[in-house]
Structure formats: C-alpha cells, structure tokens
C-alpha cells in the first residue's frame, strides 16, 4: 500500500508539471523562445531535457499539422515521464494486466489523438487565404507591385500564412523570381486553395494586367469553397460525434465492470485470456475509431 500511494503521488506531481510547463509554454511566441533557449542565465529546462531525450522527427511533424505550438522536446518528455510513471501506478494497484492497459493507453491513446487532430493547421492556412488575397488585391490595386502587395499581405494576415507569404517575399527579395518562389511555397503547402491561389499570382507575376481583379475572384471562390465544406462539416457532425461515443462506450463499460465486479477485473487482468480479449478489444476499437474518423472527415 505505501508503494502504491508513492506511485500515485509521483503520478500526480509528474502530471501536473507537465500541464503547469505546457501552459506557460504557449503563453506566446517571444516566451516559448525563452523557455526553450532559456536566458543569459541558463539553458533552459527545455533545452536540457530536449537534450537528454530528443524527440523523434514525426513527433515534430505531427504537432505542427494539428497546430500544437508547444516544444516538441516537452511533449516527448512528458509523454515518457508521464507514461512511465502511469505503468509502474497500475502495475502496483492491479498487476501486470492493468500495467499492458496502461502500456497501449500511453503509446496508442496519444497517437490517436494527434491522428485526430491532424490537419488542422492545413485548415487554419486555408481559411486565411481570403483574408490574404484580399489584401493582396487592395495593394494591387493602389498601384503597388505585386511582390511589394505579397510581403504587405503577410504583414496584414497573422498566423502561419503570414509567415508563408513573409517567406516567398523574403525569397523573391533575395533575387529568386516571384512566381518560382510562390511554386516552393506550393510545394512546401501543398493544399488546393494554396495551388489556386499560386496559379493567380503566378500568372499575374508573368503577364502583369488587371491582377487586383483576378485576386479578388480567387478569394470569392475560395471563400465559397469553405462555406460549402463548413456546411458539409456541419451536416457531419452527427456522425462523428455517433463515432466518438461508440469508440469510447466499450472502455466506458469495461472501466465500470472491473470497478463493480471483482470476478470481471479479476478475468481481464490476471488471466492469459482475459488479457489477450484486453489488448485486442482495445486494438480493435483504436482502429476502429481511426476508421470512423477517416470516414467523417471532410476535405475543404
């Protein structure tokens, strides 16, 4: 018993850093800068840990599509801290059968989510676009070149599209023609409203004309675009949420049985059986939630 209280205890303390760490982490840019690189003073706990475990690439790659802006070094940390600490608590409380449970939890349950989440940061760019070329349009229109209108677009429109469209008249200023910088920018963001938008510009950089009227149509039908998709996404919601709810009842009933009835805790978690119907109804039902959501997804 006073193992397990010490197993829980550092449980709840190693829990509660990570949330009190993640959310100073996201307070704002100049400060994630801080904590990660740390001051004159240090190095920053998040540069020594990041250090100590490095995160693996996809952990970065992952973040940054559900548009997570939290130091990837910290979550991998986290994640292994909290993982850790999470099996030896179960394994001390009910054995090995709860600590495989809490095994698959850790590395399948973030995994998911992060699979969930994936493609935000795609839909955030996609739905600034209009905002962008709008004001691309009025800087075309009050007779500023188009290169000058793309880097006072980038000024104007926060976010990472701001820091895409900084980027391609950064590389145009640097000598790379406009329309081969505004194709990197296609290849690094390949959406259908970023080749839309590069086909526009693109062709206005090679033929000049009156592009302040062609910008503003492209934004008109990229806006249409996203209503019909919102709408659509809308009209889905009841299906995704019916997904949600099917994937978590058997955990839901399962949880409730092993705290209602010993026999049924004892069968799950102590016996080769039990544990083998565990694993794959918990790998099942992770696939299947995977399924549903692929299913429900709305593309814009």
């Given at each position: 018993m006073p193992v397990t209280a010490l197993l829980c205890a550092v449980l709840v303390l190693t829990t509660a850093a990570v949330v009190e760490r993640a959310a100073t982490a996201t307070r704002g840019a100049g400060l994630r800068r801080r904590l990660v690189a740390?001051?004159?003073?240090?190095?920053?706990?998040?540069?020594?840990?990041?250090?100590?475990?490095?995160?693996?690439?996809?952990?970065?790659?992952?973040?940054?599509?559900?548009?997570?802006?939290?130091?990837?070094?910290?979550?991998?940390?986290?994640?292994?801290?909290?993982?850790?600490?999470?099996?030896?608590?179960?394994?001390?409380?009910?054995?090995?059968?709860?600590?495989?449970?809490?095994?698959?939890?850790?590395?399948?349950?973030?995994?998911?989510?992060?699979?969930?989440?994936?493609?935000?940061?795609?839909?955030?760019?996609?739905?600034?676009?209009?905002?962008?070329?709008?004001?691309?349009?009025?800087?075309?229109?009050?007779?500023?070149?188009?290169?000058?209108?793309?880097?006072e677009a980038a000024e104007s429109v926060p976010g990472v599209l701001g820091q895409d469209l900084a980027h391609v008249a950064v590389e145009a200023a640097c000598g790379t023609p406009l329309a081969r910088a505004l194709v990197e920018w296609e290849r690094r963001r390949p959406l259908s409203g970023v080749r839309l938008t590069v086909a526009a510009l693109g062709l206005g950089a090679e033929t000049g004309g009156a592009q302040g009227r062609a910008v503003d149509g492209v934004a008109e039908t990229i806006r249409n675009r996203l209503a019909v998709a919102g709408e659509v996404r809308a009209l889905s919601s009841q299906a995704r949420y019916s997904g949600l709810v099917i994937a978590l009842a058997p955990l839901g009933f399962s949880?409730?049985?092993?705290?209602?009835?010993?026999?049924?805790?004892?069968?799950?978690?102590?016996?080769?059986?039990?544990?083998?119907?565990?694993?794959?109804?918990?790998?099942?039902?992770?696939?299947?939630?995977l399924w549903m959501h692929r299913l429900a997804q709305v593309e814009a």
């Open positions: 740390g001051d004159g003073n240090g190095l920053g706990w998040p540069r020594v840990l990041g250090s100590a475990l490095p995160p693996p690439p996809w952990l970065e790659a992952r973040l940054d599509a559900a548009a997570i802006d939290v130091d990837a070094g910290l979550v991998w940390t986290g994640w292994l801290g909290g993982g850790a600490a999470a099996v030896l608590a179960s394994a001390a409380v009910a054995g090995v059968g709860l600590a495989i449970v809490a095994i698959l939890l850790v590395v399948v349950g973030p995994v998911v989510v992060l699979a969930s989440m994936s493609g935000r940061r795609d839909r955030a760019v996609e739905a600034s676009l209009p905002e962008a070329l709008e004001a691309v349009a009025r800087s075309l229109r009050s007779g500023a070149s188009l290169h000058l209108a793309v880097g949880a409730l049985a092993s705290m209602t009835d010993e026999r049924t805790a004892e069968f799950l978690f102590r016996t080769p059986v039990g544990l083998a119907c565990l694993v794959g109804g918990i790998g099942l039902d992770a696939a299947a939630a």
